[in-house]
């Protein structure tokens, strides 16, 4: 008898043993496809603390930088569907699609939506010392040097990548580009004057801006940012169409089981309205999105949504990798 009530007693448990066990049980990786010290970077870690917290679990996040976001994108399509590999990527998830003739991954069906995050604003930088005191002598500076003048970037796929894009599609000049594994590193180069220009945005600039070691010419936001009142726009600094937030947003690989999906999609919600964030933000020239965008349906119909709009742009700045 006693052997059956021991037993009863056991059964009874198991549900909870079996839900003490249940996602997320060790540490889960978010990729960021870019350098560390970066934009990119600088959402991730800030977002993956807070959802740290909330999941009771170690969020890390692992830099996988190169060709333009494309190998740390491939990577996390290719890894095992459990919850535990993820991936923070921005934009260039859906520019990457045209602007690479093919990839190893498709980026329409190879992911698992869990939410979208922020948008970011970028910025025209230069270094310091650059001559032009304002955005309409740099365009005429840009037209006279074109090619002499070096313009860093993360690669084709990125942010960095896509503003000049615009930039030199709607001045009609080619600059010469110097490709980094994540504007973190291309920044370093920046401040030692190695390059002469960098679009990058206000999560890896604001800093250097305010404290005067780069030269701000427009932030590429229909309206002026909040923390860097003084830059005037791209249409106000003669930069007209060159417009681009940079979003981002966090998705696992296809096939990550449902229950993940929930419980990181509710994290990732819990970490936009967390002070801490949103005060970070603040400061970097940003907020996190509306709740209602920080879901898998949102980011499901967002996606392929981008995808379609930046196509017609590229297809007609010509530009592709292979
Ligand atoms: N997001 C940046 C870009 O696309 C790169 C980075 O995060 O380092 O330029």
């Not at 869990?114 to 309409?136: H, Q, S, Y």
């Not at 291309?186 to 070691?213: E, P, R, V, W, Y």
Request: proline share 7%; glycine share 10%.
């Amino acid at each position: 008898m006693k052997r059956m009530l021991a037993a009863a007693f056991a059964m009874a448990l198991l549900p909870f043993a079996a839900e003490a066990q249940s996602y997320p049980d060790h540490t889960i990786t978010v990729v960021v496809p870019f350098a560390a010290g970066g934009p990119t970077d600088t959402v991730a870690r800030l977002v993956a603390e807070s959802m740290s917290r909330e999941l009771g679990q170690q969020v890390i996040v692992e830099n996988v930088g190169g060709a333009g976001g494309t190998l740390g994108a491939g990577r996390v399509a290719k890894a095992e569907p459990d919850g535990y590999t993820l991936l923070l990527h921005h934009i260039g998830q859906a520019t990457s699609a045209t602007l690479y003739r093919s990839l190893p991954y498709n980026p329409r069906e190879d992911f698992a939506p869990i939410g979208l995050i922020t948008d970011v604003p970028m910025t025209v930088i230069a270094r310091a010392d650059l001559e032009p005191a304002d955005g309409k002598a740099l365009v005429e500076y840009i037209k006279a040097n074109g090619d002499k003048i070096s313009y860093g970037n993360a690669g084709i796929g990125s942010a960095s990548h896509l503003c000049g894009m615009l930039l030199m599609d709607a001045l009609k000049v080619q600059m010469t580009t110097i490709p980094y594994k994540g504007t973190g590193p291309a920044m370093t180069d920046l401040l030692g004057g190695q390059i002469d220009l960098l679009c990058d945005q206000t999560t890896n600039t604001t800093s250097h801006i305010k404290a005067g070691k780069v030269k701000a010419y427009a932030v590429t936001t229909p309206a002026r940012v909040a923390s860097l009142p003084d830059i005037p726009t791209t249409a106000e600094a003669g930069m007209a169409g060159v417009e681009v937030a940079v979003w981002h947003a966090l998705y696992g690989p296809k096939g990550t089981p449902q229950e993940a999906i929930d419980k990181l999609s509710a994290a990732l919600k819990v970490a936009l309205k967390d002070p801490k964030v949103i005060e970070r933000f603040a400061e970097l020239g940003t907020e996190p999105v509306a709740e209602d965008r920080a879901t898998p349906e949102a980011l499901a119909a967002y996606l392929p949504a981008e995808i379609d709009r930046w196509k017609p742009i590229i297809d007609a700045a010509g530009i592709y990798a292979d």
